[in-house]
């Protein structure tokens, strides 16, 4: 049998060769023009007072203060529902310290966030996808921790189910 390019076999191994060669040149050429961007922040050196907020994340959070209406209607069905946490763990409803441990962590990892305020709306200009998490609203009224509470939640678009998810300890049936 007689072969038609003899020196095909050879070429083509070379050519893959330089090709290959070329590709991971690119690769590596683009990974330090824009690798760099891609890594996180190098974090700013610790504070004292950096430090003790730190240290301070493990204590669990001052007992709450408020009286909150929850109106929820879920699947067709509604119910209404009170709160009242007069600041005294051992005898307010579990809700109390769930909502305010809740608010605690949401302050902790959010520049909106505040331990006082587990209830703050939405930002402005939040981006947000437009999935639907379920027909589920509420309607909350009140005071927490001194400040009027006047919001409604609902499930329709990923920013409010994180709120859904965030008020969970009074949007659920109080037990």
């Known amino acids: ?51 003790n907020t730190v240290s301070d994340l493990g204590s669990s959070p001052a007992p709450p203060v408020g009286e909150l209406r929850i109106s929820v209607v879920d699947k067709g069905r509604a119910y209404v529902q ?9 005898s307010d409803p579990a809700a109390c310290s769930e909502i305010a441990s809740v608010a605690a962590e949401w302050a902790a990892g959010s520049a909106r966030g505040s331990a006082d305020n587990p209830f703050a709306e939405v930002a402005p200009g939040a981006v947000c996808t437009e999935r639907s998490y379920g027909p589920q609203e509420a ?17 329709s678009d990923s920013c409010q ?15």
């Open 1 to 51: 049998m007689v072969k038609l390019n003899p020196r095909r076999g050879v070429l083509g191994s070379v050519g893959t060769t330089v090709l290959g060669a070329l590709c991971l040149g690119g690769a590596l050429s683009y990974g330090a023009a824009v690798g760099g961007s891609l890594m996180a922040p190098e974090p700013a050196p610790a504070t004292e007072s950096a430090v």
């Open 161 to 175: 189910e994180a709120r859904w998810q965030r008020l969970r300890p009074v949007t659920k049936p109080l037990g």
């Open 82 to 90: 009170n709160l009242t946490c007069k600041g005294e763990p051992g």
């Open 139 to 155: 309607v909350i009224t009140g005071t927490w921790e001194g400040q009027k509470v006047d919001t409604e939640v609902d499930r």
